[in-house]
Each structure stands twice: as structure tokens, then as C-alpha cells.
């Protein structure tokens, strides 16, 4: 099927484009010895995390719970949730789950640390964590000073199993390339290098630093102390990361109709706020940046046209570049996979609606 | 079940705020003489449609062909589809979904006055249509002086019935309320009036004049031209519409777990984009302005702390008010509907996803 016979609004991952980002990323971390634990968030697609395995990744990333026994559901093991999970269900949650696979979980409060505790010892069960670093982004995670401190009291839990650190330099990632940003990545990740130093004075050994992300792999992944690397974006790309990394090429667009034709200044597709995420960067049609997105309302998505462009009337399909992935992808029940403009085959997104 | 046996998020809708909200609308229309068709695309949920319709709702207006079939689907009748429907293989679901209801759809352009045409004409129906204006909001809609035309020429087409025109006066509903606001709308719904009274001339009657929301409908439902209001947020409410509509009760919450206190200023919740859609407001905890949110990640929510808040941590399960509900709900499987703080009911939210 021709990807101009689907209805609309349509989520479409061009897999030659997909299959050069997953090897382009193995390459790295093949030269620079760091692993990959692909953050599966950004996709939920259990058809790209195996391509990702088949390339070399030791594990899956995941930040909710829910999304983990997906990927467990599908024969997934080796997972992280990089998060915190704490509360009643969840941890029973998560303990029925270490049952069944090898999962790990972010933890940076010791009443967290106590809660996880108290429910593996019950249990009789072993839960492996992270403790999880604030190292610089001022979102979750332990200050720097008070990580090493929350490792002992881990190590001390009988119902725990350290097994590392986990951070994510969040607020950097967008820093054009270049050596500040360089410098400045490096400054956040030294901070783990510290914890790990203060911990061999206790003969903690501390086997997994997690941490990175698509916009400032490079560095990440040539960083002393980081064993994997959280990579997501780079495998469906958006506008927003093509910024910073755009040797990762956009795989990912949404199939749209436009449905008026106002006047010629602008156009308005059948695509709005629940098709498609625009909080953090704006889009283009695909091969014509001279319409672009200029707002998004709950239904609609009206675009700006800086040319004649007669060809843009209503009921014409077009191609939407996607913005920001993370944000639209678990907005659609599906990707079309497409080669050479045709639909090959349909793969679901599996973890949509997983946010508990 | 106690809202906080709840896992999180979870969405919950108030259900005895919810129903003085909709007796509210019920009696200003009652009054004012005006119907309402409610816009069922904030909540897509059909128990809270019939209550609607219990108290006096005319049909029901939503914003994606997919949502008029859900709606049909479940023995709703009188649906507008307030946008265009353009391209196949919509238009011949559309013939379809007009053999089971009664369905109106807007049509802005002549290419889509003669597509809907020549389909309903070689399918032997008549498809209702309603002529969609632009009356400022500078977004779909036909320009008010080329809107006489366009009927006409719906009028001419056998496999089309004229019901009326549409319109949103959709960037105006946000102004605080006064004489400015009303003059404004007034203003801008006047445009219906000109075209009106051009029609008239020819013969030609309009029914029905659809326009309205929330944040404007003591206006809107006053104003000579207008037939029915398009009132959807007012059911549910949200921070956004709070501001100008202070007499509409928030209804709606999200139930979260603080997952993280990093420190005394800052807490993090398990809600973020993929939850709570923030691009139109922010938000605080319920009964808690002290502690706002600060930003959405994907997965995480920020909030800022301005008091010390020993209770909130690790955990603790809280509400936050929604703040723009038409693109926070749509995320959701099913709302919890709450009465005194316990769940009394579970109402799926039937259109979600329906974005086609």
C-alpha cells in the first residue's frame, strides 16, 4: 500500500532511515566500548528495541513501570526503569515483576530506599537498583553530596542490590556542539566520578553508571565513568534533536490531509495537539520548509506558507516532519513502517497509555 | 474504593461539581432562549454526554469524524462534526455514518463543496452541511464576504442540504470579562448577521447559526444570529478556562504520587507530558496554590514548593487541578468519578485516540 492511500492523521517510520540511526549508534558505542540501554519511551515499539538488541544493546530503558512489563510481556529482559518507583501498588507491582526479569529501578531518598526494602525483605525477594544522581538538570535525584551516603544505606538493605548510579544531564543536551558544551557535560558526569571515588574508600564497588542521552552521546559514551548510555530520540529523530545531532537523519512523520485552504498565506492540516506535540519545537512539512507549523489548536494544526504552493488544497495528503518524538509518538496506537514511500508493515506502539 | 487506593496517574472527575456545572449551562440557555450542542471532544465521554442531553442538549458537537462514529456507535444522534471533512477514504465513511444519524459537517472551500457533492450524489444521499466561517480567529473557515457565495453554491448541489453556518470566534473566548469582551464578540459574531442578511435576499434561510465555547457563552448564547453553542470545557473545567469562566467549578483532577523530594523547594510527580497537557496553563495541587507546577517533562512533573510541606514526600499521593483539560483528558483510558473522595463510577473515555 502507497503511504497517500492511509487515512489521516497517520504516524509513519521510514525503516531504511530507522536502520541507519540504530548503526550509526552501535558504531559509536562499539568504538568507544560504552553500551546502549535504549530508552524505549521515546517509541514504545518492541519491533525497534529488538532491532536495537540484534545491534549490540544490553538492555531496555523504560521511565514507568507499566512499560516494563510490556517489554517483559514480549520476552524483554535486562530492563531499567529510570525513575523512582515508590507507593503502594506500584511496588508490589514491581516486585512481581523482578520475579519474572532482570529489572532495575532509580531510588534517591532513603524513605524510598526503606519502602523498596521492607517490601523485598517481605517478599523474599532481591530488588537490584540504581541510585539516581541530580547532576545538574534540578529534577529528581539525590544531590551529589548525599549520593554516597544513600549507596550505604542501600548496600546495608538485605531486601536491595546495588548496583550502580544514574543520572541524566537533561539540561545540556540541547548546547550547540562544541567545547563548551563538551566541557560542560563532562563537568556534570565528573560528579558521579567523585561518589565512585568516595565509595572505594568503602570497598563499594559500583558496576553500572547510566546515564546520557541522543543529545550529547558522543561525550557521554567517551566519559571515564559511564558504563550505558539512555539513548532514545536518535532512532526515530525529530526536529528538535536534528538541531543539536544532526548526523541522525528524521525517520519519523505524521501523514496528514489538509482540510482548508483559507487563503494563500496558510493552510490548516487535520492535526492538532492530540496528533502531534509541538511544546518544544516547531515542524515543516516534509521537503518544503517554506510551511511551516505556526500553531497548533486541540484539532487542528494550522500552517504558514511563505510561497504560491497551489498544490495545497483541501483533501491533499502531506508529510508533517515530527517535532518533538517523545511527545507524539505515544499519542498514535500504530507506526506504519515505510520503505521507498510504501507501507510495509505495521508495528504497534505497544507501551501507549503506559504512564502508571 | 478511596481515591487514594487508586494507582496513579489516574484521572477523576467530580461528579457533583460536574453536574451543577452542566445545570449552570442548562439554565443560562433556558433563559437566553439559545440551545446547546455540547463539544464533546474535551471529554469524549458519553455518560457525560447524556447527561447533557437529559438537561436540555440539542446534539452534540465534536471535532474528528472518528468521534461522530464512537458517538453514533453508542445511540447518539444529531452530531456535528465541527471541521471539514476532506479525502477519501473519510468522505465515504462520512455517507456511511449520514445513513445511521443525523450528521452535520462543515465545509469552508468550494474543491470541498463539490468532493462532498459528487459522493453523496453518487451514493443517493444528502449530507448536511453547515458553511464554516472564519469570523476572526484567522484559522479554517471561509472569509465572511466569500461566505454567501459558497452557499449558493451548497444550496445548488443536490447531494448537499444547507442547515447553516459555523464559526469560532475562538481568539477572543480568553479575554477577561467586561465591555471589551462583549463588544468584541458581538463583533465578531456580527459577521454571521451580514451573511445572513445577504442570504435572505436570495430566498435562502439559515437554521442553524453554531458558534460559542466556554469562555464566551454568556455572550455568544445573547447574541441575535446564534442558534447553538459549541460549549464543551464548561462540563469539566480546567485552570485555563478558570481564569475567565470563574462561575464554572473545577470538576476534573489528576491523582498523582510525589515520587521525589529532591529539597524543601522542589517535588516531583509521577505526571508528565504524556499525562497532563500544559502548553495553554500551569497548575497547582488542589487546595494547595503554594506548590505550583514548574515544568513537564515527558514523564516527570516539577513542582515548585513555597512552603515547607513536610507531608509532601516520597510516595504521598496528592490531586493536581488539570490546567487545559481538552488536551490532557484525551490521554486517559477512563475517568474515576468521585463523590466525597471515594470512586462511585468508571466512565471510559470512548474517544480517545479518535483522531481521524
Known sequence: MNIYDLDTPALLVDVDILERNLRKMAAITAE???????HSKVYKCIEIVRKQLELGAMGVTCSKLSEAEVL???????????????????????????????????????????????AATDASVRLPVLVDMDIGMKRNGIAPEDAAELVRKVVASRGLEFRGLMGYEGHLVSMPPGEEKTNAVNEALDRFSFVIDELKTDGIDVPIVSAGGTGDYQIAARHPAVTELQVGTYAVMDTLYGSFTPEFELATTILCTVTSRPCRERLILDVGRKAVNTALSTSTLKDRPTVEMKYTYAEHGAMTVDEDAPDLIPGVKVELVVPYACGTIHMYEQMHIVRDGEVVDIWPVVGRGKVQ
Do not use: C, F, S, Y
Open 72 to 118: 517483559a510481556d514480549h520476552g524483554i529482559d535486562n530492563l531499567l526503569v529510570a525513575n523512582e518507583v515508590v507507593g503502594q501498588p506500584k511496588i508490589q507491582r514491581l516486585i512481581d515483576l523482578v520475579r519474572r526479569v532482570d529489572v532495575m529501578v532509580g531510588v534517591d531518598h532513603p524513605l524510598a530506599v526503606d519502602a523498596l526494602n521492607a
Open 32 to 38: 568507544t566500548g560504552t553500551r546502549v540501554r535504549p
